[in-house]
T-cell receptor
Framework: DTAVSQTPKYLVTQMGNDKSIKCEQNLGHDTMYWYKQDSKKFLKIMFSYNNKELIINETVPNRFSPKSPDKAHLNLHINSLELGDSAVYFC???????????????FGPGTRLTVL | DQQVKQNSPSLSVQEGRISILNCDYTNSMFDYFLWYKKYPAEGPTFLISISSIKDKNEDGRFTVFLNKSAKHLSLHIVPSQPGDSAVYFCAASAIGFGTYKYIFGTGTRLKVLA
């Protein structure tokens, strides 16, 4: 039973395409996140959702659109993919909003996106 | 501007010895710090945390030390084991200021040699 799961694990696509990454957590957490780890290994927050409400949008291009159909899911849709979007994308969840209390974040295994 | 820095990208330690991983931060509002461990092809997993009201927190073989005046924290692993070989990220947050997020360092790859 994977606590935080992401699909797909690997994604190779051409520039200009539109793709989605799905994330599901079965921990009953209220808050979910998307992080990007780029080639320099920085792990940066992109979005956070608390009870399906967008809390953080960290100056991410509007080609990236998160969608939270319910508390257990946070999907990431990327339009018009660019070379610079190549990275590992991690989904995470926490019981409550992290950075406001000391709740631990639980990460998914990551999705390695390669844009050709 | 990277507010959380891990200046050593890698570290090799002999099994049984102490591993010391370092992390520096620049934002004096940070009041909560965490260490995560990451194996290849997996997401980071929480290891240990410390609040700024403490200077030390211990959990088994893992101890985190916080030096607020130097804006420095370190993770000590004693004794180191081959299974500890992983990338270690430190992260920080300004909980008291409600920043709603953690800022991560770039990680240090620890290799424990058998």
């Amino acid at each position: 039973d994977t606590a935080v799961s992401q699909t797909p694990k690997y994604l190779v696509t051409q520039m200009g395409n539109d793709k989605s990454i799905k994330c599901e957590q079965n921990l009953g957490h209220d808050t979910m996140y998307w992080y990007k780890q780029d080639s320099k290994k920085f792990l940066k927050i992109m979005f956070s959702y608390n009870n399906k409400e967008l809390i953080i949008n960290e100056t991410v291009p509007n080609r990236f659109s998160p969608k939270s159909p319910d508390k257990a899911h946070l999907n990431l849709h990327i339009n018009s993919l660019e070379l610079g979007d190549s990275a590992v994308y991690f989904c995470a969840s926490s019981p409550r909003l992290a950075g406001v209390n000391t709740d631990t974040q639980y990460f998914g295994p990551g999705t390695r996106l390669t844009v050709l | 501007d990277q507010q959380v820095k891990q200046n050593s990208p890698s570290l090799s330690v002999q099994e049984g010895r102490i591993s010391i991983l370092n992390c520096d931060y620049t934002n004096s509002m940070f009041d909560y710090f965490l260490w995560y461990k990451k194996y290849p092809a997996e997401g980071p997993t929480f290891l240990i945390s410390i609040s700024s009201i403490k200077d030390k927190n211990e959990d088994g073989r893992f101890t985190v030390f916080l030096n607020k005046s130097a804006k420095h924290l370190s993770l000590h692993i004693v004794p180191s084991q081959p299974g500890d070989s992983a990338v270690y990220f430190c992260a920080a947050s300004a909980i008291g200021f409600g920043t709603y997020k953690y800022i991560f360092g770039t990680g240090t790859r620890l290799k424990v040699l058998a």
